[in-house]
C-alpha cells in the first residue's frame, strides 16, 4: 500500500486517512469479552488525559517549589545550600558600577561571603600587575590597618623581575606584544566558618585562568583550583580583609575536551565580562 491509499482490503478491517497527510489507521472489530474495545476506548483517553494534567501540575508545582529559595528572612545568613541549591538566595547584591571594586556589604553573613567573592575576583586580576590600579584595589580590599603593610608587600612582589619574566610579562608588566595576559579568578563557593558583627572568617573555593594566549605564548592560559580563607573585619560600615590563607584544591577530574586556539581565548576574554557575587 502506497502513501494516500484510503484503505487496504482483507478481514472486515475499516481503515481511513487522518490529519490530511495520507497516513492510515486500521480500526479492529470490535470484541465483546474485550473490556477495553469499543465505546470504552474513549474513557480511557480521557481518563489519560488526566492522568497527565494531574502529573504536569505537580511538576510545575514542585519545581515552583524549589526555586523558592529557601533562604532566612532574618538577614541572619539562614540555613546553608545543599549540594543541589542553584537559585539565588539571600541578600540582594550591592549596587556597583562597571570596572569598580563592589562595596557596602550587608553586615550579616551573607554580606561577608559576597564582600570575600568580590575580593578575591579583584585581587585575582591582572589589574594588580599595574601600580596604580593596584593601589585602588588594596585600598579598597583592605583594612586601613593592615593596607600599608599589603601594599609594600605587594608591590615588593609585582615588581619582582625574575616573577614577571617567569610568567612571560615585559619587566612593566605587560604583556609582549601580539599576546594578552589573562588573570581571571571565578567563585564557585563560599561558607562561614567563624562570624560575629565584628569579624568573619570566610572560605572562598574557585577556580582561575592565568596566563598568555598568544601563538608566541610560552606560558599559555591554564586552569587551577585553590581555596582562600579570608580573615575579614567590619570597620567603617564594610567588611574588610585583615588576613588569608591559600590552599590547593579540591581539583575535579578534568574532561577530555580539545584545548581552544590562542585567538578564541583572546576573543572570548575580551567578549565576556564578570559579576558582581553575592550570596
Known amino acids: 500500500m502506497?502513501?494516500?491509499?484510503?484503505?487496504?482490503?482483507?478481514?472486515?478491517?475499516?481503515?481511513?486517512?487522518?490529519?490530511?497527510?495520507?497516513?492510515?489507521?486500521?480500526?479492529?472489530?470490535?470484541?465483546?469479552?474485550?473490556?477495553?474495545?469499543?465505546?470504552?476506548?474513549?474513557?480511557?483517553?480521557?481518563?489519560?488525559?488526566?492522568?497527565?494534567?494531574?502529573?504536569?501540575?505537580?511538576?510545575?508545582?514542585?519545581?515552583?517549589?524549589?526555586?523558592?529559595?529557601?533562604g532566612s528572612s532574618s538577614g541572619d545568613g539562614g540555613d546553608r545550600p545543599t549540594n543541589?541549591?542553584?537559585?539565588?538566595?539571600?541578600?540582594?547584591?550591592?549596587?556597583?558600577?562597571?570596572?569598580?571594586?563592589?562595596?557596602?556589604?550587608?553586615?550579616?553573613?551573607?554580606?561577608?561571603?559576597?564582600?570575600?567573592?568580590?575580593?578575591?575576583?579583584?585581587?585575582?586580576?591582572?589589574?594588580?600587575?599595574?601600580?596604580a590600579q593596584r593601589n585602588t584595589i588594596v585600598e579598597a580590599v583592605y583594612a586601613p590597618g593592615v593596607a600599608s603593610a599589603r601594599r609594600s608587600d605587594l608591590d615588593k612582589a609585582y615588581s619582582s623581575e625574575k616573577f614577571l619574566t617567569n610568567i612571560g610579562l615585559n619587566r612593566d608588566g605587560t604583556a609582549p606584544a601580539g599576546q594578552t595576559f589573562i588573570s581571571r579568578i571565578i567563585p564557585v563557593g563560599t561558607k562561614v566558618t567563624k562570624y560575629s558583627p565584628g569579624s568573619?572568617?570566610?572560605?572562598?573555593?574557585?577556580?582561575?585562568?592565568?596566563?598568555?594566549?598568544?601563538?608566541?605564548?610560552?606560558?599559555?592560559?591554564?586552569?587551577?583550583?585553590?581555596?582562600?580563607?579570608?580573615?575579614?573585619?567590619?570597620?567603617?560600615?564594610?567588611?574588610?580583609?585583615?588576613?588569608?590563607?591559600q590552599q590547593d584544591g579540591p581539583v575535579p577530574i578534568g574532561r577530555d575536551q580539545k584545548a581552544s586556539t590562542a585567538d578564541d581565548m583572546t576573543k572570548a576574554v575580551g567578549e565576556y565580562g564578570g559579576f558582581t557575587y553575592a550570596r
Do not use: C
Open 84 to 131: 543541589a541549591a542553584t537559585a539565588a538566595t539571600g541578600t540582594r547584591p550591592v549596587p556597583t558600577k562597571p570596572h569598580t571594586i563592589p562595596s557596602g556589604f550587608a553586615h550579616d553573613q551573607q554580606g561577608a561571603e559576597s564582600a570575600a567573592a568580590n575580593y578575591a575576583v579583584a585581587l585575582g586580576s591582572t589589574d594588580m600587575f599595574n601600580s
Open 200 to 245: 568573619t572568617t570566610v572560605a572562598l573555593w574557585y577556580t582561575s585562568l592565568f596566563g598568555l594566549s598568544g601563538e608566541a605564548s610560552t606560558n599559555p592560559v591554564s586552569e587551577s583550583w585553590y581555596t582562600t580563607t579570608y580573615q575579614l573585619t567590619w570597620i567603617n560600615g564594610d567588611w574588610k580583609v585583615t588576613d588569608f590563607t
Open 2 to 70: 502506497s502513501l494516500g491509499d484510503g484503505a487496504s482490503g482483507g478481514g472486515g478491517e475499516d481503515a481511513y486517512e487522518y490529519g490530511g497527510v495520507g497516513q492510515t489507521r486500521t480500526r479492529l472489530p470490535d470484541r465483546g469479552s474485550d473490556v477495553y474495545g469499543g465505546a470504552r476506548r474513549g474513557r480511557s483517553s480521557s481518563r489519560s488525559l488526566v492522568t497527565v494534567v494531574g502529573v504536569v501540575v505537580l511538576l510545575i508545582a514542585a519545581i515552583a517549589f524549589a526555586n523558592r529559595g529557601g
